[in-house]
């Protein structure tokens, strides 16, 4: 989850592993909390930790006037080109058969341009359950939103996914 939601540009100040061995050390001082309340399962709650010190890192070293590493960004961290790309290939090689090489590459392509149109909420259950592999147990929890709802807006951007790609899809299938 670290490596692929962690804006690119600071990959040059700072490697995922610090911002796991970040996340394990407050875990391991907010345990006994967790431990005695169960908010949610163990890997939601961990990753929220995780997620908590990424969009920290981002304010501080991307957003920040001074020290940025670019002035300008997306609040909402979209995901680095390399990520993205795994996703598109992810989603797409269902869709195409292996004799199929230029198929898929162009495939690819309109994947990756489907996801960059889907509303943020749709992409976000899409990336939780494709990038991240979570149960649709651990998108809800992630998302805050019960694993009913969290089945229903998978399914939904799945369909909206499947809308944007359009006429072309059929014949790639």
């Known amino acids: 989850m670290v490596s692929v939601r962690m804006d690119p540009r600071l990959c040059a100040r700072f490697d995922p592993s610090d ?27 961990l990753r929220q930790i ?12 991307v957003l920040a006037q001074r020290r940025s590493v670019k002035r300008e ?37 309109r994947v990756r341009r489907a996801l960059d149109q889907l509303p943020h909420r749709d992409s976000e259950a899409i990336i939780l359950r494709h990038l991240e592999q979570l149960s649709l147990r651990e998108v809800g929890d992630v998302l805050g939103i019960s694993h009913v709802a969290a089945r229903l807006r998978y399914w ?18």
Not at 19 to 45: H, K, N, S, V
């Open 156 to 173: 939904r951007a799945l369909e909206r996914l499947h809308e944007l790609l359009g006429d072309g899809s059929e014949g790639t299938q």
């Open 19 to 45: 911002i796991i061995q970040e996340t394990m050390a407050r875990a391991y001082c907010d345990l006994p909390d967790y431990l005695e309340r169960r908010p949610c399962g163990f890997y939601p709650w």
């Open 73 to 109: 960004a997306r609040w909402d961290m979209p995901l680095s080109d390399g990520s993205a790309t795994l996703l598109a290939e992810q989603l797409a090689a269902s869709a195409t058969s292996v004799g199929a090489r230029m198929v898929r590459e162009e495939m690819l392509v």
């Open 50 to 61: 995780a997620w908590q010190r990424l969009v920290e890192l981002h304010r501080r070293h």
